[in-house]
């Protein structure tokens, strides 16, 4: 008997580890093999968060929570039956403090349903210290329309306080007020929403202005502009027959101009006065006034020379030209599926008009056709100073044949005498 008391209380601390761990294993076993999972997404809440600091970004959000409920609660589980929160009362919220990685709490609304796992176990925190500067009040008017003047904008206050994130803070550099200028050109004087804006004039998200609005006043006027228009030659007359303009080229091509915003409104270009071409056929080239109209001043820019470049009109024109066999033999014979074509020439008007087209011819070359069918290009050698635009059609067939030549019949034979018998001679 004290044998077998002894067995079982030998070792006894080993053995009563061995039984608890089976029983955790085997109720974890039940547990996992009975937990279910809410596949929600759940917001998670900072809580203990110093009034004096920011938290920088946005928490994520819990997923996959497994839990263990009976099956009635189990069944009407939904967002509501969470909480997810972080406990910001322990970090560091000194100026460029590093990320600080803190626990998630999830918890159960219900007492009866038990939180096994979720994701994320743990999450990275930042908080900014909220810091207070000051910064000056700047006025955008953006642009002024033409033929209006403003004045240098008044504004109250001058200065605004931010307040904020320090990280956000530190992005501001000036609380601006932004106003449009309307053609109509009425003076401005309104209380303008200011935006916190930084270096390159983007908004700044995370801060506070005060005051968040200020009074802006402009006074707005009419009075003489400036523009850069270009100038519009005005020519008189027309080339000479036969001719044509390629380009007209002027110098300077544009020219500053200043007159009140009404002269200068529907302005497109500055006239010049006229420049005669009547008749020519070469390039004119003048120097010539400009001719503003009134209200408007050229400043010391009053003549521009303007060059017209003229050259003799091209056109094309038809001509019906005769197909010539060129290197025919003597001893072959050809037939060409068409005897003319359609020649198009390119060129001035007065060389197309020296082409005499009852004349005018095209060529085949057929030095080389053996007997059979050929496809041969049609060439077309144009007058001095035109050129060749089409050629229809461009290649003929032609058909080479020897002749057959007939073997001469031989003329019939004239008839043989009869030989005469030679006279018998007796002895």
Do not use: C
Not at 71 to 99: H, K, Q
Not at 119 to 133: F, K, M, W, Y
Not at 213 to 234: C, G
Not at 367 to 386: A, F, K, N
Request: net charge negative; hydrophobic share 45%; charged share 20%.
């Amino acid at each position: 008997m004290r044998a077998a008391v002894a067995f079982v209380f030998r070792n006894w601390p080993l053995k009563l580890a061995a039984i608890l761990v089976a029983t955790a294993l085997y109720a974890g076993i039940v547990v996992s093999q009975n937990a279910r999972t809410w596949p929600g997404r759940l917001p998670i809440e900072a809580v203990n968060q110093p009034t004096t600091a920011y938290l920088i970004g946005t928490l994520p959000d819990v997923t996959n929570i497994r839990y263990f409920a009976p099956l009635d609660v189990a069944n009407r589980i939904g967002g509501a039956s969470f909480t997810a929160t972080v406990d910001l009362g322990d970090v560091d919220t000194r100026s460029g403090a590093p990320f600080t990685t803190v626990p998630v709490v999830v918890t159960a609304t219900d007492p009866r349903v038990q939180v096994v796992d979720f994701e994320p176990q743990r999450v990275q925190v930042r908080l900014d210290p909220l810091i207070t500067a000051t910064v000056p009040v700047e006025v955008d008017r953006g642009s002024v329309p033409d033929g209006l003047a403003a004045s240098e904008p008044l504004i109250e206050p001058t200065t605004a306080s931010v307040t904020g994130p320090e990280s956000q803070v530190r992005l501001v550099t000036s609380a601006v007020a932004r106003v449009r200028i309307q053609p109509a050109g009425l003076d401005i004087d309104q209380q303008v929403d200011l935006v916190a804006s930084d270096a390159r004039g983007e908004p700044v998200d995370q801060v506070d202005l005060s005051p968040s609005v200020a009074r802006v006043r402009i006074a707005v006027s009419a009075q003489a502009t400036t523009r850069t228009l270009p100038v519009e030659p005005v020519l008189r007359g027309d080339p000479a027959e036969g001719a044509e303009i390629l380009s007209v080229e002027v110098a300077p091509p544009v020219v500053m101009v200043t007159g009140d915003g009404g002269a200068l409104a529907g302005l497109a270009s500055i006239p010049t006065r006229g420049v005669s071409i009547a008749g020519a056929r070469t390039d004119v080239t003048r120097n010539v006034a400009l001719s503003p109209p009134d209200g408007v001043s050229t400043g010391e820019v009053t003549t521009v020379k303007v060059t017209v470049r003229i050259r003799e009109r091209r056109e094309t024109r038809d001509y019906s030209a005769g197909i010539v066999l060129a290197g025919a033999r003597d001893d072959l014979t050809y037939e060409l599926s068409t005897d003319r074509a359609v020649v198009t020439l390119g060129g001035t008007t007065a060389a197309l008009n020296a082409v005499d087209g009852r004349v005018f011819t095209a060529t085949v070359d057929v030095s080389d056709l053996e007997p059979g069918t050929h496809l041969v290009t049609v060439r077309v050698v144009p007058p001095v100073g035109l050129t060749v635009v089409a050629i229809a059609p461009a290649q003929v067939t032609i058909v080479v044949v020897q002749p057959v030549v007939a073997t001469p019949t031989p003329p019939p034979a004239s008839p043989t005498a009869s030989p005469t018998a030679s006279p018998t001679v007796v002895p």
